[in-house]
């Protein structure tokens, strides 16, 4: 428990650190733009990471476990390939979608497409430098792409616009990218046969439905909202899920570090995990209770007066918070084991109701509907990753 906790200390260190700059640059963006514009950056930045996770596909966690077994340049070399793969894939069908139904003007199109060439690569990058045990370098990815934007926005001044915005993240990621691109692992890389990047991409499959259903049951609600509801419901949606996002850096931190720790060595003790469980439950009770308490306040003071729609949901958050912090260890010992291929059927349901729900109850009762729902389904989350985890620790597993 000590290894996970010091290596997710320094992880913790260095998304803290994004996440700060973050928040600064999603608080001067809602303050400077009206709910409804601010609702369009939260659009944006929510495609970029729904469609950037669906085509990673897996092969991230995928390469954690793969790069100590294979080496880590073969494993890379596989990843990239396969990665390739999917980023065509996705970018046909994205351009054809923008075709069809024009979510954003062309302009912001065009920097949104290029935007996922470039974040395809950080994502796996990230999964590189954490088995590497490079956790400060892994986390700066969002630090990078963020201080991009705070620049401009200083620079331009009242004139910032929405297409300033994302054309800055654009600069912000690809600088990023480059600076952190493996060269000398990859130099004289050759292209992979397309049979060898099915196999990849077969092997990585359990991950990837995981992946792609906590990622349509983490982004999904924005979507029903901004198209139910509007762009100034999505602002104050977004506000609030900012907050809670923030927030639940500690436990995404807690839970790639354990699941790149079991990946590594496949052998956990069962009193270590119980251990760390009461931890993140004392935790995330404290963080829920500071939450509640002071939601009104939050919103207010970092996003001002026109975003109080935002203090219900919030509030509805906090709750949401302190179950994220309890899953957050079960979560990676589920995924690191024998059974998570039992447990997809099961993690799927709950994101299709999760969304069905939202399909039903949002246009109803607005944005507070979705938070609720949220919670609801985070509760039944919860419950699947603790009966899974006790069967796989009873049953020798993953313990």
Known sequence: MRVLFTRSGLYLIGLVASKLVGVAATILLARHFTPDVFGQVVLFLTLVSLVTGIGDAGLVSWYQIEAPRRGRAEAL?????????TLLVSLVLLVSLLAWYPIFPDGLATIFVLALVSESILSLLEGYYL????PLIAASRTAAKMTAVIFWFFWVGPDFSIGDFAGAFLLGSLVTTVALFPWSVLRGAQGARLAEIMQTLRAAAPFGVLSISSLAYTRGDSLVIRFALGSGALGYYGVAYRVLESLGVVPAVVSLNFFSMLASSGRVRRAEVWKVVGLMAALGASFGLLVYGSAGLLIRLLFGEDYTEAVVPLQIFAGVLFLHFLNAPLSALVQASKSVGRFTPFAVLNTVGNISLNLVF???YGIEAAAWIMLVTELTGLLLN??????????????
């Open 131 to 134: 088995e590497r045990r490079e």
């Open 77 to 85: 070399r596989a990843v990239f390939a396969a990665r390739v793969g």
């Open 362 to 364: 949002v246009p109803l």
């Open 386 to 399: 603790g009966a899974f985890a006790r069967s796989d620790l009873l049953s020798g597993r993953s313990a």
